[in-house]
């Protein structure tokens, strides 16, 4: 099975998926909360919820990127 996009990044940057998805997390929450009215916009324009997941899915795929989802079929 293929590497999973949280693996990959942690990967590259030679530290845990765990520390990986904080900084991911801490960026997302900078970017909703800060002071620039144009980033936040940007975040503001990301899907919640229910949609993000479709939104990121599909984000992935169009670019290229659908390797890097992963299939569970037991789930």
Request: glycine share 6%; net charge neutral; hydrophobic share 35%.
């Amino acid at each position: 099975m293929g590497e999973h996009l949280f693996e990959r990044l942690a990967r590259e940057r030679n530290i845990t998926v765990e520390e990986r998805r904080e900084i991911i997390s801490a960026r997302i929450r900078r970017g909703m909360n800060g002071p620039d009215p144009k980033k936040r916009a940007q975040w503001e324009a990301i899907p919640h919820e229910r949609e993000w997941l479709y939104y990121a899915v599909n984000t992935l795929i169009e670019n290229g990127d659908g390797d890097l989802l992963r299939w569970y079929p037991n789930l």
